[in-house]
């Protein structure tokens, strides 16, 4: 994988920083105490696993501890059969383990969402319980005690190896926040429908996250099992997965301090409770609490925090300034004359296509084309069916009559990310960027293919955007629509579908897309069908123009011709506005 930042970061050296005090803390600390950290590190591993498939992919898993009970049952049972390699090597074969349950699981819940996918999780997660409790774990009969790696024999000595595993799973998720991957990950969270726009396989997607997931479970399953010795089914009950997703969800454990906090909750909070003489059971009860207060939020504590310190820092800083954020109104004049058409290639094609959604239809056997080095605009009143012609021409609506056609090929029958990487990219009129990326990655997630450095600030000062390592969740809206437009530009598709891109931008905003967009067919090489409300934008940019009313074509031609004829002017214009 292709790493957007190479150069090092504080938070790496942070975390190795972490370790080696926890390693001289522990050698301060006393025998219970070293108990109680090393639970706590190996929970933070169950919160890591969590972070993967709810808090970066947005997944509900109510079955991570299971996988963990796998991690355990392999980790025991290369014990037992001294299987060479030592316990690192037993610990990687457990996760492996995890990983194909993982998959397995992975498979018939791709198609499940919301209540229905937890659901399932904890029908998984019941059913291995009954399968575990009926089938002794390796050396559980023997009391043959799983053996430590060599050097970490003692307890503080082995809650060093611990917070080590720790360590390097957090470099490993952050370096994977860093690829086109994670950040695909992340994006399947915010929106499945962008994410399949820019080419991703949602299916593929929440497969990977429960794959990495339940790896990093099966690992943590394994570190439980030589802390202590010899585990029991009651150690990975399907009810303590409903704990720790809460716990998960509560705190955010996809961001680092969370995970910490997570890990320390899960080992601490039920031994203060039994100090207090209260039933442990309850601390299910105040972490359910804990994640209702989420979904009433919208965030967990640690996303609220950041968000939080993110204002601050903002508001010492002053507000920056952005290079076209000027007072300069819109020039309604066309920059370059309208390309000849009549024998280019065609880039899309469109035949008959027809929808109905019940008796409604939609689409009336339209058909389009839009020229290769051209610039189309699709024009119309609401509800005349422009955003539906481009759901369906990008796959997200698949019953249809008709045909589409991309360079000559038909995509019929593709789903939309397939559709994506073959050249049919698009924005949504509702914008749908995710805020947890930064402006870089999300223009490499954009494009759908790896960007050099060079590349990514080459696009962002062609768009004027902010720099790539500016948090998207700083950035206002309008910059946010041209940072996808610049995204889906630099992947050089054929053919670009942008539906109503202008909205909500400044006259300065609107004259900066205006040019941009007069440039993408021979800068990027790039088809593209404009559906836009600003009619000068479309005057000035698009070299014909296609009207749509009541889901019909009522006229095409070249811009000034097609905005000045009668019919078009009484479908959409309106009698004052000519």
């Known amino acids: ?152 024999t003692t307890d503080s000595a082995y809650f060093v190896f611990t917070v080590i595993v720790v360590t390097v799973i957090f470099i490993g998720l952050w370096f994977l926040d860093r690829t086109r991957t994670g950040a695909a990950l992340v994006e399947i969270r915010h929106s499945e429908r962008a994410a399949a726009a820019h080419g991703i396989s949602v299916a593929k997607g929440k497969l990977t996250a429960f794959a990495l997931s339940a790896f990093v479970a099966g690992v943590g399953g394994g570190l439980m099992a030589g802390q202590l010795g010899i585990v029991t089914a009651g150690n990975f009950a399907a009810f303590a997965s409903v704990s720790f997703f809460a716990i998960a969800l509560f705190v955010g454990t996809h961001n680092i301090e969370g995970a910490i906090a997570g890990g320390l909750m899960g080992a601490l909070f039920p031994t203060l409770l039994d100090s207090l003489g209260v039933p442990q059971d309850l601390a299910a009860l105040f972490f359910g609490i804990g994640a209702v207060q989420v979904l009433r939020l919208g965030a967990s504590q640690t996303d609220l925090i950041r968000a939080q310190h993110r204002r601050k820092k903002v508001a010492r800083m002053g507000s920056l300034p952005i290079p076209h954020a000027n007072p300069r109104p819109l020039v309604p004049i066309r920059l370059r004359a309208p390309r000849e058409m009549a024998d280019a290639t065609p880039a899309l094609e469109v035949r008959d296509l027809t929808v109905r959604f019940g008796a409604l239809t939609a689409n009336d056997a339209v058909s389009l084309v839009v020229p290769k080095g051209c610039v189309i605009g699709l024009v119309g009143p609401n509800g005349a069916g422009k955003s539906t012609l481009i759901n369906t021409v990008t796959g997200f609506t698949d019953r249809y009559s008709g045909r589409v056609l991309l360079n000559g090929e038909p995509v019929d029958g593709l789903p939309a990310h397939r559709r994506a990487r073959l050249g049919l990219r698009r924005s949504f009129q509702q914008l749908r960027v995710p805020e947890q990326l930064t402006v870089g990655m999300f223009l490499q997630v954009a494009a759908g293919k790896s960007l050099s450095a060079e590349e990514i600030d080459e696009q962002l000062a062609l768009f004027e955007c902010p720099a790539a390592d500016v948090p998207i969740q700083t950035v206002d809206v309008a910059t946010r629509r041209l940072l996808e437009v610049a995204g889906l530009a630099a992947g050089r598709p054929p053919v670009l579908l942008l539906d109503e891109p202008a909205a909500g931008h400044s006259s300065a905003e609107t004259e900066l897309l205006q040019r941009r967009l007069s440039e993408i067919p021979e800068r990027f090489d790039t088809a593209v069908l404009l559906v836009e409300h600003d009619i000068e934008l479309v005057r000035s940019t698009c070299d014909s123009v296609v009207v749509l009313d009541f889901g019909r074509v009522i006229a095409t031609g070249p811009p000034d011709e097609v905005l000045a004829d009668p019919a078009v002017i009484a479908a959409y214009l309106g009698s004052a506005a000519h």
Do not use: E
Not at 22 to 50: D, K, P
Not at 74 to 100: C, E, H, I, K, M
């Open 1 to 152: 994988m292709d790493l957007v930042l190479r150069k090092p970061h504080p938070m790496v050296l942070g975390l190795i920083l972490a370790a080696v005090v926890a390693a001289s803390v522990a050698g301060f600390a006393n025998n219970n105490f070293t108990f109680i950290l090393t639970g706590a590190a190996v929970s933070t591993v169950f919160m890591q696993s969590y972070g993967l498939i709810t808090g970066r992919a947005g997944v509900i898993s109510l079955c991570q501890l299971s996988f963990a009970a796998i991690g355990a049952w392999v980790v025991g049972w290369a014990n037992t059969s001294d299987l060479p390699g030592g316990f690192a090597l037993w610990l990687v074969l457990g996760g492996l383990a995890a990983t194909v349950a993982g998959v397995l699981i992975g498979l018939p819940a791709l198609r499940l969402r919301g209540v229905s996918l937890a659901v399932a999780t904890f029908a998984f997660a019941t059913a291995l319980d009954v399968v575990f409790t009926g089938i002794p774990y390796p050396g559980q009969d023997d009391y043959d005690f799983v053996q430590r790696p060599a050097g970490f």
